[in-house]
């Protein structure tokens, strides 16, 4: 689906279908830009489990990341996308539910 901007010129929409893991460093540039709260961060174990973040179990996480939160509030503008350092981010121009 195809859209137009306030001065007629078409757009189409990317919206945010996953993150990476593997590649995202949890820098939270997506997130400062997100005005819809798209993603949430959150830490991950040893094992690769993804949990919710708690100051008193920090020492116990390999690391931070971002991940989907709401998808479904997502507006497609990009702009996580233009920020995200490590490109870890898919887009795509999916079909709005009805």
């Not at 007629?8 to 990317?14: A, K, L, N, Q």
């Not at 798209?38 to 116990?60: A, W």
């Not at 997502?74 to 121009?93: D, F, N």
């Amino acid at each position: 689906m195809s859209f137009v901007t306030r001065d007629g010129r078409e757009w189409t929409p990317e919206y945010l279908v996953s993150i990476d893991p593997k590649k995202c460093i949890g820098c939270g540039r997506c997130y400062k830009v997100c005005a819809r709260s798209v993603m949430t961060l959150r830490g991950v174990t040893e094992d690769g489990e993804f949990v919710d973040l708690d100051d008193e179990d920090d020492d116990e996480l390999e690391r931070k990341v971002m991940v989907l939160g709401d998808a479904g509030n997502c507006i497609g503008c990009g702009a996580c996308a233009r920020v995200c350092p490590t490109g870890s981010q898919t887009h795509a121009a999916e079909a709005l539910a009805a």
